[in-house]
């Protein structure tokens, strides 16, 4: 008797230990890398230093979006969004009955200017840097004046692909090999030469390109040596991480802020939304705030890697949505890098500390990191491994040609709400009617980006059902570095309960943070470690013969999204 294709064999039915099974949640700022077993994974910058040739080119991706050149135009639109937030805060009521009143910037500065550093010590000198690779956190102790070129392989929550040296995909992939095996080897503790005997679970976008899961596949089963592998997508994970089994899940990372609207277990192609915004961006609103207040610490540099992480602490320790809050505050932050003294500095803050997170509902101030878009899953190039993917179906399927208005990529982002009337629902399964062209971001109008709220109405909008919209409303799921600000949640769900359509104000709007207790940075993480271990997943694995057999056509069998 002849064996069937895809032969799972039997021990691809059997449990797999916990404590050798790897999950990998790549981001743009942050890797997480931990066995399923553990309660918290290994978190290092995800990015790598490499020693450049003499006279090679020389390569430095920021530790922040990067703030573009300050125009006078820029200046005014800044300041104007400014100025209206300023102006809504002042028309809330503390819980005390008081009214909010702001402190003009020229006072507060007025304070800042007078503050001077207090010594409190001698730093340490710069660490001796032998190697010609440094990965991880370690990258801040290298001396900004060596000459080493500095990669992050993932930007704005995808593949760093740019023209200059190491922008390359092949770069790409080398970058997160050595970050990656690094971590697994001095982290993890893990010989690379025993992964065969481990499994491997990999976050992925909600908004993926294909070849880039082609690559990362083969970079786990062939590169990296893993005995098994499968793909699971963030807000899959995320659902896992908060017990939830369906959710419109708002993902708010360093450079990307994600929606997708999950129900058991996948995520609604046409529900699903990316804006190339995130805590990064709203770190920099906070730094133009700040030194729009003479910012007492004057040589504070974006191009010195440890000073960007000094406002990305002061962003998290200041920055809230507190309404009683009011007037200025004096805080007080050190200054410690190696080579120099240690300073204490005095810094007095007003309403900035307000004001920066509320740009991901103000989308204007966000323009400090220059124009962003928001990208949807559109209709991808087929593949030669896979023939019979949705092109194939929906080349062969058609029963007549019917015009397709979204095939028009330089259209107005409204314009792909809707399906094609004309479409078989047999067809509508396997193939969307959605999609638009090869290309995937979608503009809207010049410089306008979606804000926060308006993203989360648009993407439970776009859901199939009026049941499942129903469900979402009652279930918002928020997760991500970026909202580790206190209030900013409640916040949020007072703006959605203005908005939210007449006929779901019935349901009890839920908004679901910091589920049991995980910190929201790790929820994704702490899911796909979940998924990994249940029965259901046995199922999900692919192993490194079938990879080199079937490619692209298992994957599209196996994973748990729709291909």
């Known amino acids: 008797m002849s064996t069937p294709a895809y032969d799972p064999g039997p021990e691809q039915f059997q449990q797999f230990p916990s404590n050798r099974i790897i999950v990998i949640h790549p981001g743009s700022l942050y890797v997480r890398i931990g066995r399923a077993s553990d309660l918290l994974p290994v978190k290092q910058l995800h990015c790598i230093a490499r020693k450049r040739h ?60 007078r503050s001077l550093p207090e010594n409190v ?24 004046e060596l000459p080493y070129n500095i990669h992050f392989p993932y930007r704005r929550g995808d593949f760093n692909i740019h023209s200059e040296v190491g ?10 090999y050595t970050i990656w095996s690094s971590i697994i080897e001095y982290k993890l503790g893990i010989p690379l030469i025993e992964l065969v005997k481990y499994r491997c679970v990999l976050l ?7 070849n880039h899961l082609k690559c990362l596949m083969s970079l786990l089963l062939k590169d990296l040596g893993f005995g098994h592998c499968f793909l699971v997508q963030e807000s899959v994970g995320a659902t896992f991480g908060a017990g939830i089994g369906s959710a419109c899940v708002v993902d708010i990372g360093d450079q ?7 129900e058991d277990c996948i995520s609604h192609k046409t529900t699903r939304l990316r804006m190339d915004y995130g805590a990064g961006d709203v770190c920099q609103t906070l730094s133009w705030m700040f030194h729009k207040s003479a910012f007492p610490y004057k040589n504070w540099n974006e191009n010195i890697p440890r000073d960007v992480m000094l406002m990305r602490n002061l962003y998290e320790d200041f920055c809230h949505v507190n309404l009683d809050v009011c007037g200025p505050q004096e805080k007080t932050f050190l200054v410690d890098h190696p080579g120099d003294i240690i300073n204490k500095y005095t810094l007095q803050v007003g309403d900035e500390c307000i004001i920066s997170p509320l740009s991901l509902f103000y989308t204007d101030l966000l323009k400090i990191t220059g124009p962003k878009t928001t990208k949807i899953q559109n209709r991808q190039p087929s593949d030669p491994e896979d023939p019979f993917d949705g092109e194939f179906l929906r080349e062969t399927g058609r029963k007549r040609e019917t015009a397709d208005p979204s095939a028009n ?62 469900k979402m409303y009652s279930n918002i799921l928020i997760i991500g570095g970026g909202v580790k600000v206190h209030g900013l949640y409640l916040w949020l769900q007072n703006r959605l309960a203005l908005q939210i359509p007449y006929i779901y104000k019935t349901e009890q709007l839920e908004i679901v943070t910091s589920p049991k207790d995980i910190d929201p940075a790790s929820t994704v ?39």
């Open 54 to 113: 003499p006279g090679g080119k020389i390569y430095r991706d920021p530790f922040v979006p990067p703030s573009v050149p300050k125009t006078k135009e820029l200046i005014d639109e800044l300041e104007e969004c400014r100025l209206q937030i300023s102006h809504t805060l002042q028309t809330y009521v503390q819980s005390n009955g008081a009214r909010r009143y702001a402190t003009p910037p020229q006072q507060i500065a007025a304070f800042n200017r």
């Open 121 to 144: 010590g001698e730093g340490e000198l710069w660490p001796q840097v032998q190697c010609d690779i440094v990965i991880g956190d370690l990258v801040l102790d290298i001396d900004p």
């Open 167 to 176: 922008g390359s995909i092949s770069s790409v992939l080398n970058d997160l």
């Open 204 to 210: 992925i976008p909600d908004i993926y390109s294909r």
């Open 256 to 262: 990307k802020t994600a929606i997708s609207c999950v």
């Open 409 to 470: 990529e330089s259209q107005q982002y409204e314009a792909v709400n809707e399906s094609q009337p004309t479409t078989n629902q047999d067809e509508d399964i396997v193939v969307d009617a959605l999609e638009g062209g090869p290309g995937d971001a979608v503009s809207l109008a010049p410089g306008q980006v979606l804000a926060l709220d308006a993203a989360i109405l648009q993407s439970i909008d776009r859901c199939p059902s009026e049941e499942l919209k129903r």
């Open 525 to 563: 993480w702490k899911g796909a470690a979940v998924m990994s271990c249940l029965e259901s997943a046995i199922e999900l694995w692919i192993n490194q013969s079938e990879w080199n057999k079937f490619g692209l056509r298992i994957l599209r069998e196996r994973a748990p999204f729709i291909w």
